[in-house]
């Protein structure tokens, strides 16, 4: 496994209320689900960058209220209309 660091002032931590622990596991699921939100990876490799499995994956989309199963407007409608 690769490690990447990334500098952050000490002052982040207090705001957030989070430890660099706790951070560093909320940057990894953000980066994540932005990944996954863009079509960039799919749900097996996001969950995999996040840290989770596939489940814990779909389940921290769940609570975050981000669809699971992003679907396209346009794509809707033409399997509404059975185009």
Same mark, same amino acid.
């Given at each position: 496994?690769?490690? /990447?660091?990334?500098?952050?002032?000490?002052?982040?931590?207090?705001?957030? +209320?989070?430890?660099?622990?706790?951070?560093?596991?909320?940057?990894?699921?953000?980066?994540?689900?932005?990944?996954?939100q863009?079509?960039? /990876?799919?749900?097996?490799?996001?969950?995999?960058?996040?840290?989770?499995?596939?489940?814990?994956?779909?389940?921290?989309?769940?609570?975050?209220?981000?669809?699971?199963?992003?679907?396209?407007?346009?794509?809707? +409608?033409?399997?509404?209309?059975?185009?």
């Open positions: 496994m690769t490690t /990447v660091s990334i500098e952050f002032p000490e002052s982040i931590f207090s705001v957030l +209320r989070r430890s660099p622990e706790e951070f560093a596991n909320e940057l990894r699921i953000a980066a994540a689900i932005h990944w996954y863009r079509g960039d /990876v799919s749900q097996e490799k996001a969950a995999e960058i996040a840290g989770l499995d596939r489940v814990a994956f779909l389940l921290e989309l769940g609570h975050r209220k981000i669809d699971v199963i992003p679907v396209d407007a346009e794509e809707l +409608r033409r399997e509404a209309l059975g185009e």
